[in-house]
């Protein structure tokens, strides 16, 4: 069909300038890189010194100074990824109430983030792409008897977080779909880092129905569908790439 855009144009980030926050972790790098590979310009920030961009999503300060300080290295931002976020081991037997609200605070971080990149294409009359990274963990419950004895069942807090993440994604994208701005979520399931247990990967593997975990690089693809024009008709959406678990 006439100027109808190809698969390659479709999936092209050529020209467009990605932001991705908790760019040095286990799945954030390889997310970075799928990004670059996309011929995109990254911005990979992290909460941590040294970084290209300081972002620390528990910081409204940091949120906006480093925005801004995207903005000012790049010259633009059109598509946002919500990666990073600060972690808490207690589970729903020890976790105090401070933990269990700062931990909600990462959501919180997540929101600011997204209307700084919401505002900026509106001030640039430019569509954006925001991706919240949500977990398979804010769609259904753990099973217990997967951590027993050697690890947290997933706290609590944690899946509220990630639940939460879930139903902003869908709740933004409806209020900031006039701007030309989308918002969806990839939540991962399975994807332990090298330093878990080995015999907790044996027992995620187990209730896995592909009988294995994740790779990050099994990421790359989901993601960019969703930042890329491939996905210019989808928003308030949750892309799971959980290898089936969500599926049971």
């Keep these: 069909m006439k100027n109808e855009p190809t698969i390659q144009q479709l999936f092209d980030l050529s020209g467009k300038v990605a932001l991705i926050t908790g760019a040095s972790g ?34 409204e300060a940091s949120i906006n100074r480093g925005f801004d300080e995207a903005v000012k290295i790049a010259g633009k931002v059109d598509i946002l990824i919500c990666n990073g976020h600060e972690p808490l081991g207690a589970d729903w037997r020890t976790a105090t109430g401070e933990q269990f609200t700062r931990q909600l605070q990462n959501a919180t971080g997540y929101f600011l983030l997204a209307r700084k990149m919401r505002d900026h294409a509106v001030e640039r009359k430019a569509p954006a792409s925001i991706i919240l990274i949500g977990s398979m963990y804010g769609v259904v419950g753990s099973y217990p008897e997967v951590y027993e004895g050697i690890s947290t069942a997933s706290p609590v807090a944690y899946q509220t977080l990630k639940g939460g993440v879930v139903q902003m994604a869908r709740h933004l994208a409806v209020y900031w779909a006039k701007d030309g701005v989308r918002v969806n979520c990839l939540s991962p399931g399975p994807f332990p880092s090298s330093s878990a247990p080995a015999e907790l990967v044996e027992r995620l593997k187990a209730r896995s129905p592909m009988a294995r975990i994740g790779q990050p690089h099994e990421l790359k693809g989901a993601l960019i569908f969703l930042a ?11 892309l799971l790439v959980d290898g089936g678990w969500t599926a049971w």
């Design 26 to 59: 286990h799945l954030g790098s390889a997310m970075a890189r799928a990004l670059t590979e996309a011929s995109a310009r990254v911005v990979a920030t992290s909460h941590k010194p040294g970084a290209e961009v300081v972002i620390d999503h528990m910081d």
């Design 228 to 238: 890329s024009d491939a996905s210019s008709y989808v928003t308030g959406q949750n």
